[in-house]
T-cell receptor, first 114, second 114 residues
């Protein structure tokens, strides 16, 4: 089955700096890669996703890149703000079937220092 | 605002109790999911329903019994749980198939088994 590795496990940056979180996946059939942000005690919230037919997607300060050959995808946050502090999870799935069976990475605790 | 509603928010139960977790969505999604999340860990898939039929059971112990009475509701019946089952139980929903099927999570039920 699918296995998703995520690095780093913790990341501390200064406000205004950029943050990059990287994930690798094992199943070459995976074609959907979302990123979720989870604040303490709250639900995971989708912040951006990308499909395998796209190499890069951007939404304001957040961007995701995908390298299908290397089976890598990364989250880039620019101009970080204290409210970006949270745990970020990458995930992968092959949603060619009826449902979206997401397999999550191990998470990255991002701390943005004011 | 959360589009997927879970009740109760917190639940404490003994190992001999029977209880149920409830999940409701009104987004017209026909896929619904149960995930279990331990502290500082990623969500782990338990069950997936598609069109009210169980499509995935990730080898979950029988003390957890899912039920999907209609397209908007998802229940998780609990019986004879163990202390190690204490966790945050997350419900999610998504569209079935197609190119856009991100998961929308509820706020979860925090379960403590004593």
């Amino acid at each position: 089955g699918e296995n998703v590795e995520q690095h780093p496990s913790t990341l501390s940056v200064q406000e205004g700096d950029s943050a990059v979180i990287k994930c690798t996946y094992s199943d070459s059939a995976s074609n959907y890669f979302p990123w979720y942000k989870q604040e303490l005690g709250k639900r995971p919230q989708l912040i951006i996703d990308i499909r395998s037919n796209v190499g890069e997607k951007k939404d304001q300060r957040i961007a995701v890149t995908l390298n299908k050959t290397a089976k890598h995808f990364s989250l880039h946050i620019t101009e970080t703000q204290p409210e970006d502090s949270a745990v970020y999870f990458c995930a992968a799935s092959n949603d060619g079937g009826a449902t979206n069976k997401l397999i999550f990475g191990t998470g990255t605790l991002l701390a943005v220092q004011p | 605002d959360t589009e997927v509603t879970q009740t109760p928010k917190h639940l404490v139960m003994g190992m001999t109790n029977k209880k149920s977790l409830k999940c409701e969505q009104h987004m017209g999604h026909r896929a619904m999911y149960w995930y279990k999340q331990k502290a500082k860990k990623p969500p782990e898939l338990m069950f997936v329903y598609s069109y009210e039929k169980l499509s995935i059971n990730e080898s979950v112990p029988s003390r957890f019994s899912p039920e999907c009475p209609n397209s908007s509701l998802l229940n998780l019946h609990l019986h004879a749980l163990q202390p190690e089952d204490s966790a945050l139980y997350l419900c999610a929903s998504s569209q079935v198939g197609g190119d856009n099927s991100p998961l929308h999570f509820g706020n979860g039920t925090r379960l403590t088994v004593t």
